[in-house]
């Protein structure tokens, strides 16, 4: 794995997303990694992120799918084109769409691990395709269309202070 | 509307999810209503359910549409064996499979409305599709499908204390 998140590259200004934005103390704060071709994420949902007794919450496992969907998005494009994560001008992306398919419960309490691979690469979107694992099982799958964020995103206001 | 919200019936027990539980003080506990033949439930985010400065984080609206469509799935089937929903045996779903288009960026300060309708009703699963808007404005559309709980899910553990 590299040492540094794809996320920690986010300017200031990205790093407020409630799924991986290191500036958001109330949000998952998840860091995505590459191992060889694939990225990998591990995030431990929280006792209270539940769905019935036992299990995970399935909206924060399409949260996880997703950020990490835009993320890889993201180092996937700059690898590409052969370029280190910090240069410029920056690569964001957004979700296009989501598309999360439920296998398995997911037992809460262990940390999950999700793993994306890249099977689409072109100038405008990037196809992202996850797993989403507890105890060695996948409980889950999903796929991200991520495309460049557009100008209206960019020209977005600074948050609010919490 | 009804007077009571879909999630209200739940029993204990099945009132601790993250994104409908009336019993979780850490989650959304988002409330779905009839209105005629569409269900509508209505949520604010928080400053913090940020993606980037101006706009909501998409997992949250994956999130409203997975929650609203389990609970309009067990709604509208109530509703089709003509029983009241706080008749027994219990009906609960849970989703196979989550779609979410963002069709343009979802404005941060304003209330989402979350529309959904029935398209299919069999004995096993329910598919609902959904749509997400802010003043007035379609920004993403979605597709629950939810299926009857398994075995597995109900006889799950007591949740631990928060």
Redesign the interface.
Known sequence: MTEKAFQDYYSE??S????C?RK????HQIKSYWDGEESVAVYEP??????????V????I???I??HGTGTAAAATYREQGRAMDSEPAL?F?????????LA?TPLGVPLEIRATVSQITPKKVVVDEKVTANGKICATGQVIAVK??D???A?????S?
Request: charged share 20%; aromatic share 12%.
């Open positions: 200004k990205f407020h997303c409630y799924g934005g958001n103390e109330h949000g929280e006792p209270y992120h539940i769905a019935i007794p036992g299990f919450y399935g909206g924060l399409a949260s996880l997703d950020c964001r957004v979700t296009a769409s989501l598309k999360v398919d439920f419960p964020m557009p209206s995103m960019l977005g206001k600074e948050p609010q919490r």
